[in-house]
């Protein structure tokens, strides 16, 4: 018989640092272009998978002097090629099972009738299939779901943050009809304690120190900085100048986007203070941070 267990000890061989499951009705309430029960009206869970982003990916950006290694094996690889990898083969552990599973890969770039950006339905996009059905893509959105199944919490950054590696992980899930047993919600030591070197170091000023925004998920009411989408898009691609060494254009063929600003803010200064407070499990014997940050004349 399957079992949750069964399927977390499978999940972890596969590969993944992480994974959680959650029950479908902590989606109530959600907006219907979010709430992934449109997608398999009669799943029964939906699984969610978190690999590490490795640490030592940042490194070449904290130095100035590697910017690939985060890119592709802390950011592109995880979300297009790993995480998916990880989903296939747990797809066929439940089909070999007789249970039916829908791999949902984090790449919503282009598919989802919301733009991410604004929250608002795009225009021109798509139209429902029936008056009663969202249109599609459903966006389903990876950090409620990795905290509708227990993985962690949503820091002031609007990062999620875990207790085994903060705020280093990507998420992936997977919807089944399999009826598997969820996970608590988070109940350990709260992770985020509102330090908000998130927004001091943050590049692109894209996290607000005042305004918050609150929503109620899973009956629990959770909060976060209001995140200006546009400025960290923007950051993250380097618009600013003093934290970016690059000066040429980019070849057209672009694998993995460049995330150039090596999430100094929400990845980084997070991680870095929780390193010091002691509140992750995955510890090291060095300091992630040796020399002063640099900036660009
Ligand atoms: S940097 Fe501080 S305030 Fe921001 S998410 Fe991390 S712990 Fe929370």
């Not at 998916?84 to 829908?102: F, H, K, N, S």
């Amino acid at each position: 018989m399957i079992t949750s267990k069964k399927v977390k000890e499978a999940v972890k061989k596969m590969g993944a640092d992480l994974v959680g499951i959650a029950s479908l009705d902590r989606f109530e309430g959600a907006p219907r272009q979010m709430d992934p029960r449109y997608i398999n009206p009669e799943a029964r869970a939906l699984i969610v998978i978190a690999t590490r982003i490795p640490r030592g990916t940042l490194r070449g950006i904290e130095e100035g002097t590697y910017f690939l290694s985060y890119s592709s094996m802390g950011y592109g690889g995880i979300n297009r090629i790993y995480n998916p990898m990880i989903l296939w083969q747990l797809t066929r552990y439940l089909e070999d099972e007789g249970y039916e599973a829908t791999p949902i890969p984090n790449d919503y770039y282009d598919w989802p009738a919301i733009d991410y950006a604004t929250g608002r339905v795009k225009e021109n996009w798509s139209r429902p299939v029936a008056p009663e059905r969202p249109a599609p893509d459903v966006f389903v959105h990876f950090r409620i779901a990795a905290f509708c199944a227990g993985l962690g919490e949503i820091g002031y950054s609007k990062v999620f943050l875990t207790p085994e590696f903060g705020p280093r992980q990507r998420f992936a899930c997977l919807l089944t009809d399999a009826p598997l047993e969820p996970d608590p919600l988070y109940e350990g030591p709260k992770l985020c304690d509102r330090c908000l070197l998130c927004v001091k170091e943050c590049t692109g000023q894209a996290i607000s120190p005042a305004e918050t925004v609150k929503v109620r998920i899973a009956g629990r009411e959770v909060e976060w900085g209001k995140l200006d989408v546009d400025a960290c898009t923007k950051a993250f691609a380097g618009s600013n100048k003093k934290y970016n060494p690059f000066t040429g254009e980019p070849s057209p063929v672009v694998v993995y986007s460049r995330a150039l600003e090596g999430a100094r803010g929400c990845i980084r200064a997070c991680m870095i203070h929780l390193e010091k407070e002691g509140k992750i499990k995955n510890r090291f014997r060095n300091e992630f941070r040796r020399r002063k940050p640099w900036v660009m004349e």
